[in-house]
Every structure is written in C-alpha cells, then in structure tokens.
C-alpha cells in the first residue's frame, strides 16, 4: 500500500462495474432514464420543487399499489426497513400476532416482530407451498391474532400466495393484515385496494427497476386510525410513520434529509411504469416468465413450484444431480456477465433462482441465459 497522501490509482481504479444481466432475485437492471435521473442536481429537501416531486411520487405510487390510500410513502431505506416500519408502527408490545412462515422472508418478519415485543405465533409450510385461507382463519382464531403478516412473493421460494381470501378472513375477525410485497409490485397485480390489504410494504430495486435504497410503504385508513390509537410510542424512532408523515403530508416538518437522488430515481421509475401501464407490464412479466419456464423444461430442468403458484418474478429451478451449483453460477457471471442466485435455508445447494424483474424481464434477457446454461450444462 502507498502512504495515504500519496494517491495512486493502480490501488484505486476508477470506478467500472461492468454490463452485467441481473437476473437473480434483486437487483434488478435500472432503466438508463432512471440512472439519468439520478444524475440530477441535488436540490434541498424543502425546495419548493422538491416538494412538489414528492406530492407527485405519492401520486404514482398510489398508482402502483392500486390505492387511495392517503398514507402512502417511500421510506429512506431498502425493503427490509420498509418491513420494519411496518412492525415497528403496527404491532405494539403483547398484541397477539400471526406470521405464515414459508420461506427465508417469514423469517425474517419474525425476527422483527419479537424485538418489536409482538405476541407471535406462527403457521409453517414448506419453501415453495402457499396457505390456504382455510388454514390461516384457524390459527387466527385459535391465537385471537389482532394482526397478520404474510410475503406476496416469497423470493426465496418463488411462489406467489393468493391473497384476496385470506384478507377477507383477517377482516372478519377485526385484525388487520400486512403483506411482503417486496418481489410483486409493479411485476404482478398487488391490488391494495381491491384486495384490502391494511399495510402493504415494498422495495425498490426489485420490479420497480429503481436502485436500492427507498422502501415504499402503503396504509388502509383503518391502520392508520390504529396508529392513531397506539398506548405505547413506536419504538423505531426514524421509521415511526407519524412523524415521517409530517414531512411527506401537509406540514412538511422536517424529519431526516430525504435522499434526494434516491428520490429523483423513484419518480422517473414510476413515470416509466405509468407509461408502459400497470396492465401491460404484468403481462410482459408473465410472457417472459413462461418463455423463460418452457426454455427450462425444454432443457430438463425441473421448475420448483406447480404452475399455479408460480411467481412471474422470481422463478426456482431445481439444479440436477451432479451439477456444480457454485461452478455453473461462477461461469454464468465470468464467461455471460449473468447474475442469477443459488437457493436460500431449505432450499440451499438445491435449486437455482431467476429474476425476471422490471426492467430486466426481456425476452432477449431469456434467450441468452437459456443459451449460456445449454452451453454450461452439456460440458458438466
Ligand atoms: C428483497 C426482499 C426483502 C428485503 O428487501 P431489501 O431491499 O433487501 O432490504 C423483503 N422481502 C422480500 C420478499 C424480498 O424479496
């Protein structure tokens, strides 16, 4: 190592992270008008301006959660602290809870919620299987769980939980319901409203092709008046959503400096997804999927979940007998410039998962990794 005044950039090349393909379960690849965006002067996080993008990025994202919902924010933080808002501010100490567990991100939820002092109990499935509303209606009851919280779209699994039953089932028992809805939104109908889904939480840099680092989050005014009626403070001081609000609602007080360009990222993403239209861009994401599912089958591979449960977004595919998972990875990344991800817990040394998220949910995308995996596996 040189002294450190004396710069010298063999040690510190400049900056070049190559043309990769994403296509593993996040990120995903940004559209060149968002990496633009971001380019953008920064301007203060109270400029006039600034203020007015922020009204129109709530806009947008009601429109992406299918919502009127006035709560309707991007929190400065990945998906995970979106998740812990939603903990945080939804679940007070000793409120009875129940967690449906079928994947890595059930866990994690889990996690949250006993720091946060939730009463928890939880209903299991194996990776890759969904709950039936039958069976969450039971350990609801018998828990007598004020809130549920479940994953969308288990990225760890690739399956994709039905929702609409199982919010009718949680209302019927007064509870509210908070859904993972980090992998889904933007890539496969989400339906806040129409569904009635009391907290919905997401992250940016999965469908909605934006980089990582805002989580938005989504809030039923029934779960707002919750908020509203809390006996105890939330105990996140920079995720508590009251005092967020202030600044994204009317008063503008300030909170915490937004990251302006991380914002200026949002705004152009969700510009692109109203152009393309919700509608159009789940079905591109179902096109893809199924040419990206039949160029699989056709090489034998087999898919990890039935068809019916199968997630648009992320698919699992099982790794034959014999094949090198971290070998063939390795080569796609080296040789391709493809990024795909082994499996995760359960699933781990077990099957393969593919992303076709946002902006990278093309058909040229599909070709080339069906291509390079034909080339890679005959050799093994
Ligand atoms: C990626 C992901 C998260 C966490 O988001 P980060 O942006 O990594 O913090 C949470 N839930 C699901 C289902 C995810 O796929």
Not at 326 to 333: A, C, P, T
Request: one cysteine or more; glycine letters at 8%.
């Amino acid at each position: 190592m040189s002294s450190p005044n004396v710069f010298d950039p063999k040690h510190y090349p400049e900056l070049d992270s190559g043309p990769r393909v994403l296509l593993g379960p996040g990120p995903s690849m940004v559209h060149p008008r968002v990496l633009r965006a971001m380019a953008a002067p920064v301007i203060g996080h109270l400029d006039p301006y600034f203020l007015q993008l922020m009204d129109r990025t709530q806009d947008l994202l009601r429109y992406v959660f299918q919502t009127k919902n006035q709560l309707t924010i991007p929190i400065s933080g990945t998906g995970s602290a979106a998740m812990e808002a939603a903990v945080a501010n939804f679940i007070e100490p000793g409120d009875p809870v129940l967690v449906c567990i079928n994947g890595y991100f059930g866990h994690r939820l889990t996690d949250m919620i006993q720091r946060y002092g939730g009463e928890i109990s939880t209903i299991h499935r194996s990776w890759g299987e969904v709950f039936t509303p039958k069976e969450v209606k039971e350990a609801l009851t018998a828990h007598q769980a004020k809130v549920v919280a479940i994953v969308h779209a288990e990225t760890s699994t690739g399956a994709k939980q039905p929702l609409g039953d199982i919010a009718k089932v949680v209302h019927d028992q007064g509870g509210i319901l908070i859904v993972d809805a980090v992998t889904s939104l933007g890539g496969i109908p989400v339906s806040v409203d129409e569904v009635g889904i009391d907290v919905c939480y997401s992250g940016t840099q999965k469908c909605l092709s934006v980089p990582p680092g805002l989580g938005p989050i989504t809030v039923s005014p029934k779960a707002e008046e919750k908020l509203s009626e809390r006996k105890t403070i939330v105990a996140n001081w920079y995720l508590d959503l009251s005092m967020v609000q202030k600044y994204w609602g009317t008063e503008r007080t300030y909170h915490h400096t937004a990251p302006i360009s991380a914002n200026y990222a949002l705004y152009e993403g969700l510009r692109v997804i109203a152009e393309e239209g919700l509608e159009n861009r789940w079905q591109r994401h179902r096109q893809n999927a199924e040419l990206l599912w039949e160029g699989l089958e056709d090489l034998d591979l087999s898919l990890h979940v039935p068809m019916k449960f199968r997630l648009e977004p992320l698919t699992t595919v099982r790794i034959p007998d014999g094949v090198d998972d971290l070998k063939v990875r390795k080569q796609l990344l080296n040789d391709y410039n493809i990024e795909i991800a082994g499996g995760l817990g359960e699933l781990k040394g077990k099957v393969w998962r593919i992303g076709l998220m946002g902006y990278s949910s093309r058909a040229e995308n599909v070709l080339l990794l069906l291509t390079a995996l034909e080339r890679i596996l005959s050799k093994q």
